[in-house]
């Protein structure tokens, strides 16, 4: 039998000739078409930024008064115990619910003359890039006052009221973020008589029901007044905040359409077309996290339970405020802090600027976003007279 003579040995295999061969193959490579000019690198979210440069810091006292989820009396995230014509879609959190529905109104809704979306100022920074992303027009209505450090009504009211007819406004159902501050009942009232008069498009995001009051009734109020007055609008729901499910991204989007005789065949239009967004986009939702929402939402004893749960978080965190400012009357410290027990949910818009917020930081430790938005959760009993004194010296140090 005959045999052949082995094959030489490849160049290719000499790890020296490897390289080369490699280099060639990059020197001779085509450029990409994705230059920095047509793919500028991101800048760094300002919040996810804060998170990383406090893990880094090693100072025993330091404290995370930025990032907006429900810490314990320990610092700790505490796991709940009991972990007229509308179509509902699950969606990824409250976030993939906000996209949802602008993807919806980007695409569909009727906007002959151009019409912004309105957003509150300040409002959550997603909204802008959300928005953006699907190339809708952005206009903000005045919301936060500097001076009273409550709701501007009057500047609220007036932007909305002189918006182009059929607008897209956008509002936070409770516990606004960032600021902390909500219309009253009266003034949703007045808010929702504009809105109809100029035929505005009502889209609610609800992120923090039951953080707010720490009843759900109470936080619902906004969006089920106006969907008791008719109101064809939508809504963005998430479970993250009020069933501690951040990681699971539970959530929901809902569309509900007014009353009318051809009502039925209206939202199954409108939801056959988010489903053929939705299944473009994520195909089907994760199960776990909406599977637990199910459960306790109906189960009655486990929603009695969850009502608890809300009871807790929400109360701790009303308390937190009250330690807080009275940490800071006893202190002396310069200007007015009636407004931290004055606004509600889990933020607090302290007033501090940019320059004191950095310096803050440096000096104690203490980490907050630059607009000087601050997570109450993120505070305790260990840590509140901290703080407290952190913010009476940088304000004495700074006026």
Not at 21 to 33: A, E, L, Q
Not at 45 to 74: C, Q, S, T
Request: net charge positive; aromatic share 10%.
């Amino acid at each position: 039998m005959a045999h052949r003579s082995p094959n030489p040995p490849s160049t290719s295999a000499n790890p020296t000739n490897r390289l080369a061969n490699i280099k060639g193959h990059m020197d001779g490579s085509t450029p990409t078409v994705f230059t920095s000019d047509n793919v500028p690198q991101a800048p760094e979210d300002p919040l996810f930024g804060l998170m990383a440069a406090y893990r880094k810091d090693n100072f025993e006292k330091k404290v995370d008064l930025g990032i907006g989820a429900y810490r314990d009396n320990n610092a700790k995230p505490w796991v709940l115990p009991v972990v007229k014509k509308v179509v509902s879609f699950q969606t990824i959190s409250g976030t993939g619910a906000v996209h949802l529905g602008a993807l919806f109104l980007s695409k569909f809704y009727p906007r002959r003359t151009d019409q912004p979306v309105y957003f509150s100022s300040p409002t959550w920074a997603n909204h802008n890039q959300i928005f953006s992303n699907v190339h809708l027009p952005i206009k903000t209505y005045p919301y936060f006052s500097p001076q009273t450090k409550g709701l501007d009504f009057e500047g609220m009211r007036s932007t909305i009221e002189q918006a182009p007819e059929g607008s897209i406004m956008l509002l936070h159902a409770c516990a606004h973020n960032p600021t902390g501050v909500d219309p009253t009942r009266e003034q949703w009232e007045e808010l929702s008589k504009i809105i109809r008069a100029k035929k505005h498009f009502p889209f609610f995001d609800c992120a923090y029901q039951g953080f707010a009051s720490g009843n759900l009734e109470n936080d619902a109020w906004a969006v089920r007044y106006f969907v008791e007055q008719g109101f064809e609008l939508c809504i963005a729901q998430s479970f993250a905040k009020n069933f501690g499910l951040y990681g699971e991204r539970a959530g929901a989007f809902h569309f509900v359409t007014g009353a009318s005789s051809d009502a039925q065949n209206t939202i199954a239009r409108i939801g056959s077309q988010l489903a053929i967004l939705q299944r473009s986009e994520i195909s089907n939702p994760p199960a776990y996290g909406a599977r637990i929402a199910s459960l306790v939402l109906n189960d009655p004893e486990l929603f009695t339970e969850w009502e608890a749960n809300l009871r807790t978080m929400s109360g701790r965190i009303i308390d937190m405020r009250k330690a807080l400012r009275e940490n800071l009357e006893k202190l002396g410290t310069p200007g007015s802090w009636k407004h931290i027990t004055e606004q509600i949910g889990m933020f607090s818009f302290t007033g501090l600027t940019e320059k004191q917020v950095l310096k803050i930081r440096e000096d104690a430790h203490v980490y907050m976003t630059k607009n000087g938005r601050i997570s109450m959760a993120g505070l305790n009993t260990g840590n509140v007279e901290y703080v407290a004194k952190a913010v009476d010296k940088v304000v004495r140090e700074t006026n």
